[in-house]
């Protein structure tokens, strides 16, 4: 057989979803550029995985669930956390993913942000920093390795899973122009700095 995708390289697609896209409720400048790119990219791997921020309306990194503003900080039992717009709320448009984005690629779509007390930037582990999220067990089940981070934000999301990638012993690169940030108080130029530090590959 010709043109075998490696089985050991996963691109992990993190969070296309309508609420970080121009118009939604926590827009990413220019969140909707990546979205051709990351489905060409698609072709090159054996494995593809969605993941979707996915809150519920009494999710606690909700400003208006504390009447506070949106992008101050708060301190929670696992430490401080930003408080959000409300946004990706499940089963709503703007929890759904980008249209354009080819969803139909994916083997799996891991959902994350679903317990009202604690949000999940990484794809790996909620914020507490312990709690799973079971993307650990799947690439080690399938026996993948070589992991490839795209989509929204660098800063956030995309970073935090990269760290948690990177800890976990896998082979981590971060494709930046298929990624935009959020970029808060620094927090870009800071993650780009803890990315490098442990390892991860910025393409
Ligand atoms: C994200 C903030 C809140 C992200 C998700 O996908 O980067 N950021 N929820
Ligand atoms: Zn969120």
Same mark, same amino acid.
Do not use: K
């Given at each position: 057989m010709t043109n075998a995708l490696p089985t050991t390289n996963a691109l992990i697609v993190i969070d296309v979803q309508n609420d970080f896209?121009?118009?939604? #409720? =926590?827009a990413v400048k220019?969140? @909707?550029?990546i979205v051709a790119g990351i489905n060409a990219r698609m072709a090159d791997f054996g494995a593809v995985v969605l993941t979707q921020d996915w809150h519920p309306a009494?999710?606690?990194?909700?400003a208006s669930n504390h009447s506070a503003d949106p992008f101050s900080t708060i301190e929670m039992p696992y430490g401080p956390q930003v408080l959000w717009p409300t946004h990706c709320v499940q089963g709503t448009d703007g929890a759904?993913?980008?249209? #354009? =984005?080819?969803?139909?690629?994916? @083997?799996l779509i891991i959902r994350k942000g679903f317990r009202p007390q604690i949000d999940s930037y990484s794809a790996f582990f909620e914020n507490d920093q312990t709690?799973?999220?079971g993307l650990e067990g799947y690439m080690r089940n399938r026996g993948l390795t070589k992991l490839t981070l795209v989509g929204l934000a660098t800063d956030f999301c995309v970073a935090y899973s990269a760290l948690d990638a990177a800890k976990l012993g896998f082979d981590v690169t971060v494709q930046i122009d298929l990624c935009r940030a959020?970029?808060?108080?620094?927090s870009l130029a800071g993650m780009i700095a803890q990315m490098k530090a442990v390892g991860v590959v910025l393409a």
């Open positions: 896209c121009p118009g939604g #409720a =926590l220019g969140g @909707d550029e009494r999710h606690s990194s909700f759904a993913f980008h249209n #354009a =984005l080819n969803a139909d690629r994916a @083997d709690t799973p999220t959020i970029d808060l108080d620094g």
